[in-house]
Each structure stands twice: as C-alpha cells, then as structure tokens.
C-alpha cells in the first residue's frame, strides 16, 4: 500500500487521482494545485485531503510517492523537490522541453533515478503490451519495420499550441518511447512537417508529420501524425517481422457492426480521446510503479527514458524544419 | 448512496460484491453465506461485515438492499423474507425452477414488485443495449429476425448439470430473456435439443439445442445454443429488419491481429468467461438498479421478466422432448 | 472439350452460356428457346446457332451436353428427352415441384443417372467449398452445428412468387442441398413462416422462415430465411464443432473500408445478386461436370440430390403451415 | 475489336496474353520472342501464330496495338518501332531504367503520344480505384496523407536484384506511381532502404525501404516496402484527409475465418502474388487502353507517368544511399 500526492488538478491530474482511488494497493492522500479551486474538489471526491501549497507535499511524512501533473515548465522542480525528501515519482511526458533542464534534473537526483517513473502510459496498454511481449517470444521474428499512427480526435487551441513545444516534443514524443520501447537506440531521424492548418502555422507549428526512425538493429519506424482524425482518436501500430506481422487495431465502444443500404460491417468511431483509450494503460502504469518502488527495483520507463523521447523530439523538430534527417551522434543509452 | 448485502458468497456473489464495492453510489455492508469461511473472506477483502446467519441480514438495520446470490432453491425465500423487511432485491437468474414457486413468490410480495429486480445482466451490456436503442430508434425499421449465438466456453459437471433444471432453464434462459427484450410477448416455442456428450445425456440433459421463438409481432428469434466452444465464450447477436442489421460481434481482451504463414487478421480468442465478457454488465445492472430504488421507479428486468422466461424455458424443455413446437396459452405480460 | 446445347435464354440460361463460351474445355453450339428472339441474340453474343425448335438440340448430332434453364414445369421433360438422345444434362434447380413427377423422371432414365446433375450452384463456390473441405479434414472436429444465414436482396414480384412452389421450394431449396452437403442425411425438419410483407402473403407464401433440420449423425442445421436485405445479397454460413467454427462471411466488391464522423471500418453492400456472388460457383460447376461426364463418372450433386432437398422443402412447407415438425419416414439416401 | 501482338512471352507476357485472349473486344493475332518456343506454345494456347522475330509484328498488316513485354532494356525500342509502325503501344513498367533513354523516346514518338500507355495495372485495380474515386467526390475532403504498404511475398533470386535497378526503380516504381495518381506532383522525396538480407545486400540492392513523398500541394505519402512477407503479397493503402480515411485491405480467396483454441477470426494469407491479385487489374488496364485507342483519347498512364514515377525512383534511390532527402528541382508534369 502507497500512499500518493497528485500535484496538479488538471485534466490528466484529475484522471491520476481516481486511477489512484481506485487501486486496491494505492491511497490517495493529498491534491495540491496552487491555482483555483481544482485541487479542493479533486481531493475531496476521492476523501483526500488539498492544499494550494505544493511544498506541504513534499514536507507531509503520509506521502509515499507524488504523481507530476502540473505544466510541464514546473516537471523538473517537482521531481527534484521529490526525491530530494525522499518521496518516490511518477511524472507526466514530457520530462522538460530542454534537454539541459532535463540533464541537470539527473544530475540532481544523481544516485535516485530508480525512485522516478515518466509517464509514458501506452507502454502499458493492453493491446500494445501485447504485441511487445509476442515480439519479445520471437513470434515475428527480428523486428525490421514498425508503423505507427497516431492521430488526435481534434486539434487543440492555438494558445495551447504555442506553449506546447510543437508537435514533435508535445504530440509524437509518445510515439518515440513506444518506438524507443520496441526497436531501442535509434540512430537516424527523419522527419517531414506539414502545414494543413493556417491558424496552427500561424502558431509556428505543424499540425501533421511523417517521422521515420532508424534504429541501430537496421529496423525502420514510420510515425504518422495528424492533429486531427474525424473518426476519433487513432491509434494503430504494427510490428512487421520476417515471420509475420502483429497489428493493433483502434478501439471502439462496442462490437457493433451495421449493415444497410450504406454498406456493411460498419463500426463505431474511435475510442475518444485518450481517457477513454487508456483507461486500463494508466491503471497498469500506475500498478508497474507501486510494484517496483514497494520492491526497490527500477521502474520503467524512466527519466532516461524521458530524456532520449525528448532528444528525438528535437531532433525531428530540427529535421522538419531544415529538411535535413538528423543523425543521433552518440548512441542512445538503451530503454 | 444505498446500503447493500449480498447473500451467498460464491462465484457470483463474489461478482456482486466486487461491483458494489467499487460503485460510487453504493457501500457494501455484509456479506452472508452459512456454508464455510466464503462470507468472511469476501466480506474481508471488501471492509465489510459478515455472518453465517442469513437471517441477519434481514434484520439489519443498516441495509438497504440485498442481492440474492444464494442457490436457486433459496431465491424465492429470500427475495420475500428481503421484501417482507422492507429491503429493496436484486436477485440472480432464475428466479426458481419452478413456475408454481415463482407466482407464490409475486403474491407473497404483492404491491411491493417495484422493489425486486431479476439479474438478467446481458440487458446492460453495453453492446447489446446499443443494439436494443438504435432498434428502438427506428434505424432498421420493425424487428423482423433476431439471432443469438450462445455458446459457453465448457460443459460445467454432470453433478452442477444434474441440479440445474436443465439446459433451457439454467443456460438459455438468458436468451430467453434477450429475445423478450427485444421482441416482447412471444406465442410460440420450438426447441431441438442435442446429445452430443454422453455425460451430459446421462445427466438428463441436452448439451446444445436450437430454440425458434414466434413473438406476437410476427417477428421471429432463434437462439443457438451450445456448452462448449473452443474459442471461448461465444455471444453473438443479430437484430435484422427491412432497413438493415446491427450486429453484435464478439468480445476479444485486445485488438491485436496477427498475419503470417497461417493466415491473416487473426484475433485472439473471445472473452472467457461471463465474469470477463460481462464486468460492464454486472456494473451496468447496479447502477441501474439503484438508479430505480433510489427515485422509487419500477427495475426492470422484473420478477415478471423472471417468470415469463421461466415460462419460455419450460416450454422448450417440452418441445424439445416431445418434438412438438410449444403453444402459449396465454398472452404474457409485456417486459 | 464438351459441347453444348442451352434451353432457356433467360437470365439463367445467359448465364450458363457464358460461362460455357468462356470455358476453355466447353464450346457453346445451340442456344434454344421458343419464346421471342432470346435464344438469337444469346447465341449470337457467342458465336453459335439458335433455334426455336427445342427438339431441334436433341436432335442435334454436335450436341454433346444439354444445358436446361427452361421454366420448372419443363425440366423433366427436358431431362428425359436428352437422356434419351444419349446427351449429359445439367438441369437447373429445382428439378421440379412435384415429388412424383421427379420419381417418374428417375425412372424415365433409370440406368443414366451418372449422366445427370442438378445445378446446386453452391456447392461450387470457393468459400462455402472450402470450409466444406476443412471440415472434413477434421479441423473443427464432427460437426454439430450448421447455421445458413441466406437473404435475396429484394422479393420477386408476386406474380412470381405465385407459381414459385413458394418460398421453401423455390429459395430454401439451395439451403437444404447445402445442409445435406455438410450434414448427410436429415430426419426431422421443423420450420416456421414469416408473413410480413402482404403482398407476398396475398400471393399465398411466406416472405421469411426459420427452418431448423436435424441430421442423422445427431447436427442440427438452422436456416435463416428472409426474401429482403437492405445491405444486398446476404449469405453467410458457419460450421460449429468441437474443436473450432468455420465461417464464411458475406463478399463484397472490394475491399474499401471507410472511417470517417459516422463511424468506422464500414465496407461496401454485399455483392448483389447471384450472378455477381456466385460467378465463380457457377464456373466451378461447369468444370465439375465436364470432368464428370468427360471421364464417365457420376457428377455431383445428382437427380437424387435434387429430389432430397425437394423432399425437405415439402417436409418445411408442411411443418410452417401446420406449426409440427416433419420427420421424414424414411432414411435418405446419402449425397 | 482491337488486333494485338505481345512481344515477350514470359511470365507477364502470358498474363497479357490471356487477358487479351479473354477480351470481348480484343483478339490475340502473334506472339513475338526470340528466345525459346514460348511464343510458340503461348500462341497456340490462344489461336494465335507466333514468331521469332520481333520485327514481324511492326510490319504486319493485321496488328492494331503492341504490348511490350520485353526485357527492360528492350522496352524503348520496341516501344519507337511499334509507334513508327503505326501501331498503339501498351508497355509494362518500368519504361526503362534511365532517364535519358526515356527522353530520348518521349523525342522520338513526339507528337504521339497518345498512342502509348504505360502497365501501371493498380490503377485500374478496382478497390484502388474505388478509392481514388470516393476521394475524387470529395469523401474525405483534400488529401492529406497517403500510407502505402507494399510488400512481396518473397525476394526475387539474387541474380534478378542485379540487373533490376534497384528496389525503387523495381518494386517501389508502382507506388511511386499510385503516389502520382493520388496526390498528382511531388516536390521532395526522401527514402531510407534497409539492408536485412546479406544476399540482397551483396547484389547491391536495399530488401526494404520507406519513402517519403511531400506533393506540391503539402499532402504527404509513406510508402513502406519489403520485398518479403510471410502472410503473402501485402498490398494495402490509406487515403486520409479531414472528413475521413478510406483504406484498401488485402484481398484473400475467400471469406472464411476459423475460431477455435488458437483464436478467433483468422482468415486465409494474402492473395499470392499480383497475377491472384491484380487479375480484375490487367482486365481493367486492358479495357482502358481498348477504348482510348478505340476513340482517338490519350491512355492513362501516360508515357510521361512512366517517366515520372522513374525520376521519383532515381530520387529515392540517391536518397537512400546518401541520407539526404531529394527536392525535385522541376515541377513534374501533373498526370
């Protein structure tokens, strides 16, 4: 049994906070948010006590761990304040948008690193889990292509856009570690950018993107992003081996299947949007942390892993804008 | 917020239990089984009391409601005893084995009907009951044929077998239920039943049967029935009418297709069991069963439900031994 | 190489004579049919003769094989004639609508049958073929359970239907040579009409029926009937025993699927109508019988066939108006 | 009525052939080859006369139309003598290997054009053109991004890699093509080729790639090759844009699917190879070429495709082995 502090009443914070109630070995004990009142009615759904001063939770000798959900410019702090009193981690991607932050937030908790967890949720989803373990058993033989789509339901706001380091470091940075996760140390990135949205150009960023990874195996991995996806939240991968190919198909509500005069065995749309999608990946992800940190093993993925997402975030950010594929030049340490 | 007991702490108490404890507008209270250390257990895991004394339950003060998870012999006790001391109950299928049972139990609790429910929970799955709504709203015009494939995953012993009252009443009658729901009142019942098992045979029982149901519409239902599938748990259903079909495919735990030497597009197996195939069902029926109690509406399935599929079972089980189709006397009150 | 006369240059008979044209072992002679200048214009298209004179084909010395696409009521007739002329026949199905007049056709060419073949064109087509054969290589273990899901597109117009023999001799016919085909011989026939549409009911027939057929070997078939489908032509099968299920779905022109605000994973209409979903049984049927005749073996399905589904079509026909099953008072002959 | 001669009678030769021989409105006249009695043989299973000599088919009188199927490096000349002769031409893939022999036949047929086509077949692929179709209607609003999967079902002989071209002017040369015809001209390509089998690698070839095509119009298309797969000849396409996404599936030979203990759904391998699936593709080609040399209109693909997607090969061939993307430094001729 852990007992958990949740900083950051937001969206995912909220989403944290009940994936914490909820679990049968977690306690949640405390929301802190210094703005409004989302840490107040947060922690009081789930009987937890709230604060808007986030030191009380690194000072409160009932916190076991703390889960990082507020905006990513204060990630780096809140882990380092963490593990500095004792208090094991689980941060939301991305670590930083700074590699420097990033590196110097290691250096900080030098001697800690198995104490903090990134949380890159879709490592622990069912259908992807899957298909990483019967790559694992060799079922497909060596991985040589792995294609991943992944679109969101809608775009968000400009103003978010803007704050949000761009699509590569904000969007397919998941898509990295789950590339990282299945091919390990990549070698070569290229990516191509698209400009589809005026109102996201003029925010200075692209609202699609192809990015193809080179891994050091000789496997390829083609991403495919798009801000938008009218179906619903798409999320496909397929790892492609000399024996056979494994697929994960998008998710839907229901086993539905409509026949009529507009044609046959049609479906609902997507799982929408990535609450729904990941339900179970970040109950499963909230389960791998509390196992390892009850049993002093490392878990994963970890801030290294966070950081080597983020170096390939800024290198397709690099390559879309110059036009030029970037070669890594040193080799990744492996996930 | 209603205050549950659940009765009988076995496989499908323990599935009520679970349910109630993790439903945000209920608290489990006690958890009752005379028969060994289920009760304590169950009742343990969950931060509840518990008690050999079924008796018990009815007395206490701070129960709401009863789930009824007791042998079939013991549901007509129970639901009236509950009733009697003012509880509301949900009560799992079948009511009894016996009609003549099932009209004593309505009279011992008459006027008070609204505040018993039958635990036909394949209502609540969300993927039949998107079928029964977009029925409802017209989409493929008036139901003409409605098929349902079910198939458990293995035969249960001969000694469960023996007890059981039979295929009909024990397993089909979930179907049975179904197809009311769908069709309302039926009129006539045809049933082949197979021996394919020769345990089974010895037990006095089929072990897979075809039941063809008349409803008053005109429409007509088939149910398919078999206790064993090799790939798992098999619950299909189709609603076909003049404008299309919706059909309901099987449940799998993943999304994942494999494609190699030995075909393409291969799933995995289908959910197996009921607990896996319906955990949103079971859910589903609670919150709609408090939902009921709470504002004072009738629950529905009803007691009546229980009794008219009781009435189809009966009848199959005479058509089905006498080769000759099943008139019903009378026309049954609509679900 | 065969050559071929065709009686009958209705839609069928243009069939049947372009699949002869285009086959590489078969030449298309004579195309004969009393009535207006179809028999012309067919023939024409293919290079070969026409006549008015059905007799003319009998007479006819370059006549080796007779294909007969005439009305029903002509059939055995037809049959006898060519037997008698020393020709092979392939006679499309039903041969007639009487029992008696079948028997007397049996009799006429008493000694010939291995020269006869009646045209269940589905035993021939690819899907349906296939799963026959996994069957009986054992795949899925005996076979228990045979469900036939078989739907036209739309009914034919009630002046049709009147002199059709009604529904079961007329659309069944197929479904019951296809369950004889997987389940051997059957023994009892249970079967219930669906009066939906009254036009159809005016014209003295059902409009939908399910008819369930039990084997000898202890399988059970079920057949699902409806003479409407909004999606197109809907014919699907499924073989359950218990090792697996074999399954053909429904073809489709391509294979587009579409995902857009309205859903997902849709297809296109099921392809519509024979012509299109059976080209290739229709193929696969000619090559049967050329090399059945060619090498002096018996082709398959034979007159014996086609009188058993005429025998279980008049077993359901009396079982939906009398509401009692049929059991057939004799063992059949297997296929 | 169009009279045709093939000149080649190897493996696609035949295929020609046989589509001509089968064609309502074509006739096989000669068969050419020098080496061999292939011609021979393939002439006589068609009616046709053949010859060693290729220069026989530009001087007959009684040949309307050509169909090169040469080797390669044959293909231009056969394609300058033909048209000279007055004859239409319909030429496999690629042209040639070099651009500079492309323009010098584009010089020398100059100012007929319109008598030559180019064996693009997927165009006239029918799901791939359903697709193109839809898109054209505006299904899914403008053409954001392209995803083609195309993959042999095994690599050719290591001595057939050697004088290919390459991946890209070999295999890839047809999604550069379908990447044309849906997205009309590029302006950049980038590819990365993968080295996964030694022997292909010691012949000089990539055995799988991905490319990156960005079209004028800022949509994008992936292209991921191999030039194996254990499922058979995988050959799938996406079309994505703001209203939707319309995909191609792979076609098998029929629509069975198995469940059982190993699984659920499983349908048969991949059509296997493009004579299985594009066969309703070299009708489709055939037919189009037959009216628009029949009316006097330009065929499509044109020779200039033919150049096209042979300049876009050329480009992902040097981008691949140099890490640097390709910027076309012309804007294509839009097909």
């Given at each position: 049994?852990?007992?958990?502090?949740?900083?950051?009443?937001?969206?995912?914070?909220?989403?944290?906070?009940?994936?914490?109630?909820?679990?049968?070995?977690?306690?949640?004990?405390?929301?802190?948010?210094?703005?409004?009142?989302?840490?107040?009615?947060?922690?009081?759904?789930?009987?937890?006590?709230?604060?808007?001063?986030?030191?009380?939770?690194?000072?409160?000798?009932?916190?076991?761990?703390?889960?990082?959900?507020?905006?990513?410019?204060?990630?780096?702090?809140?882990?380092?304040?963490?593990?500095?009193?004792?208090?094991?981690?689980?941060?939301?991607?991305?670590?930083?948008?700074?590699?420097?932050?990033?590196?110097?937030?290691?250096?900080?908790?030098?001697?800690?690193?198995?104490?903090?967890?990134?949380?890159?949720?879709?490592?622990?989803?069912?259908?992807?889990?899957?298909i990483h373990a019967r790559v694992g058993q060799g079922e497909i033989g060596p991985l040589e292509q792995l294609t991943i789509i992944s679109r969101d339901p809608e775009a968000p706001p400009a103003s978010y856009?803007?704050?949000?380091?761009?699509?590569?470091?904000?969007?397919?940075?998941?898509?990295?570690?789950?590339?990282?996760?299945?091919?390990?140390?990549?070698?070569?990135?290229?990516?191509?950018?698209?400009?589809?949205?005026?109102?996201?150009?003029?925010?200075?960023?692209?609202?699609?993107?192809?990015?193809?990874?080179?891994?050091?195996?000789?496997?390829?991995?083609?991403?495919?992003?798009?801000?938008?996806?009218?179906?619903?939240?798409?999320?496909?991968?397929?790892?492609?081996?000399?024996?056979?190919?494994?697929?994960?198909?998008?998710?839907?509500?229901?086993?539905v299947r409509f026949a009529g005069g507009s044609g046959s065995d049609a479906a609902g749309p997507y799982l929408d949007f990535f609450l729904e999608r990941y339900t179970e990946a970040y109950?499963?992800?909230?389960?791998?942390?509390?196992?390892?940190?009850?049993?002093?093993?490392?878990?994963?993925?970890?801030?290294?892993?966070?950081?080597?997402?983020?170096?390939?975030?800024?290198?397709?950010?690099?390559?879309?804008?110059?036009?030029?594929?970037?070669?890594?030049?040193?080799?990744?340490?492996?996930?």
């Amino acid at each position: 049994m852990l007992s958990f502090a949740v900083i950051g009443a937001g969206r995912i914070g909220a989403v944290h906070a009940a994936t914490v109630a909820a679990h049968p070995d977690a306690r949640l004990v405390v929301v802190a948010d210094p703005y409004g009142d989302g840490a107040d009615r947060l922690a009081t759904a789930h009987g937890a006590r709230s604060t808007k001063n986030v030191a009380e939770v690194f000072a409160a000798s009932d916190v076991d761990a703390v889960i990082v959900c507020s905006p990513t410019p204060h990630h780096v702090d809140h882990i380092v304040a963490a593990v500095r009193a004792g208090k094991a981690v689980l941060c939301e991607k991305p670590v930083d948008l700074s590699i420097e932050r990033v590196d110097a937030c290691l250096e900080a908790i030098a001697g800690k690193e198995d104490t903090v967890m990134i949380g890159f949720n879709r490592r622990f989803d069912p259908t992807f889990a899957e298909i990483h373990a019967r790559v694992g058993q060799g079922e497909i033989g060596p991985l040589e292509q792995l294609t991943i789509i992944s679109r969101d339901p809608e775009a968000p706001p400009a103003s978010y856009i803007k704050d949000s380091g761009g699509i590569f470091r904000d969007m397919t940075i998941h898509d990295f570690d789950t590339a990282r996760y299945f091919l390990g140390d990549i070698v070569a990135v290229s990516a191509v950018g698209q400009h589809l949205d005026p109102a996201i150009e003029a925010a200075g960023d692209f609202d699609a993107a192809v990015v193809t990874l080179t891994a050091a195996s000789g496997a390829v991995a083609t991403i495919i992003n798009s801000r938008h996806c009218a179906a619903g939240y798409d999320q496909r991968l397929e790892a492609f081996g000399p024996r056979g190919a494994l697929e994960a198909k998008n998710h839907t509500s229901t086993t539905v299947r409509f026949a009529g005069g507009s044609g046959s065995d049609a479906a609902g749309p997507y799982l929408d949007f990535f609450l729904e999608r990941y339900t179970e990946a970040y109950r499963g992800e909230l389960s791998h942390f509390i196992e390892a940190i009850s049993t002093g093993t490392a878990p994963s993925p970890s801030l290294i892993d966070g950081r080597e997402a983020l170096v390939l975030a800024d290198a397709a950010t690099t390559s879309a804008r110059t036009g030029t594929p970037s070669r890594l030049d040193r080799v990744a340490t492996t996930a």
